[in-house]
């Protein structure tokens, strides 16, 4: 499936920075049945990849696993090797988005301005991560999409929560990645299950 196809289904993003591989599958199991589909290992997590291969074991065949915090062709290489289909990078990062087009992987790279949003989709970007969110508004994100093409996928990363998903997603966002509001180190797989309807229910 492609990008927007993924977010139709559930436009959250569940960003578990932080998750150790020992507990990640309990987690994306908690996940699964909340109904959010698509889950990002940050790369700056204890044992990343194995988190991610382990995830693609277990959950790959109905949901999108992949990384978060790529910063290079060769961390693309390692993730597509141990199963992950998502490249989700903080900045523009050109280099990230081919290598991860070359695996067949989708790529997320991160944008601030019209200029690295332009030059990411010319790349072969899948969608557009605004970042950070907190230092944007829905007003800013209504203003880009006026002139990217239409039907492009953007989803603000950073402070994400229930509270301000809806202006969010009345400006426009296709998607919303979502950190500390569903996970935090620490968290049980039971917690995670309330967070997760939380923001659900936030989508209307």
């Not at 991860?100 to 010319?122: N, Q, V, Y």
Request: hydrophobic share 50%; net charge neutral; aromatic share 4%.
């Amino acid at each position: 499936m492609d990008m927007k196809t993924w977010l139709g289904r559930c436009p959250l993003v569940a960003i578990l920075r932080g998750v150790r591989p020992e507990e990640c599958v309990d987690i994306a199991a908690a996940l699964d049945d909340a109904g959010i589909g698509i889950v990002e290992v940050p790369l700056n997590s204890p044992d990343p990849v194995e988190s991610i291969g382990r995830l693609a074991a277990k959950f790959g065949g109905h949901m999108l696993i992949g990384a978060g915090t790529v910063m290079t062709a060769g961390q693309v290489e390692e993730i597509a090797d141990a199963g992950g289909r998502l490249i989700v990078t903080p900045h523009a990062a050109g280099k990230v988005v081919t290598a991860a087009k070359a695996r067949g992987m989708l790529a997320c790279p991160g944008f601030f301005t019209p200029s690295e949003a332009f030059a990411m989709l010319e790349l072969g970007a899948d969608g557009l991560k605004l970042f950070p969110a907190e230092a944007a508004s829905p007003a800013v994100l209504k203003a880009m999409r006026a002139v990217l093409p239409q039907g492009t996928a953007i989803l603000p990363v950073g402070g994400i929560d229930a509270g301000n998903i809806p202006a969010w997603r009345e400006a426009g966002a296709m998607g919303f990645g979502i950190g500390s509001s569903i996970y935090k180190p620490g968290d049980t797989a039971e917690i995670v299950a309330g967070k997760a309807r939380r923001l659900l229910a936030a989508l209307g």
